[in-house]
């Protein structure tokens, strides 16, 4: 089961980002699909899908990374480094999603622009 896990988590990336976009990832997403954000606001499949389809038109040649891709049970956890196209910014994103039925059910992603990193080692202090 673990094994399908991360092979649904990497089509699905490879999918969004290599030009089939969110209406390949679509069908692998339950259709009570949640984005949960560090803010604590919940996105639901419709409204995630199309602010994914809004960012992919600005991020037209986003490069990604795979740099940890770890399954446990009904969950996995994929650590990416995201090359934003232009003088954009290099992002490191880590993504936990829980798989139900075999389609992602849950998503809760963290996002850091890489150059701000040494600033948050000392997040006590802000």
Not at 33 to 61: M, S, Y
Not at 102 to 122: K, N
Request: aromatic share 4%; hydrophobic share 45%.
């Amino acid at each position: 089961m673990s094994l399908q896990n991360k092979q649904l988590v990497q089509q699905a990336l490879g999918q969004l980002v290599g030009g089939g976009g969110v209406t390949a990832l679509d069908p692998l997403l339950s259709n009570d699909f949640r984005h949960h954000r560090p803010d604590g606001g919940i996105r639901t499949k419709t409204e995630w899908l199309a602010d994914v389809g809004t960012a992919l038109t600005r991020l037209a040649g986003l490069e990604v990374e795979i740099l940890h891709l770890l399954s446990d049970g009904d969950h996995v956890v994929v650590h990416t480094r995201r090359n934003l196209p232009g003088s954009g910014p290099v992002i490191a994103v880590v993504d936990v999603l829980r798989i139900a039925d075999g389609r992602i059910a849950e998503a809760w992603e963290l996002i850091e622009p890489v150059a701000e990193a040494e600033a948050h080692l000392t997040w006590w202090e802000l």
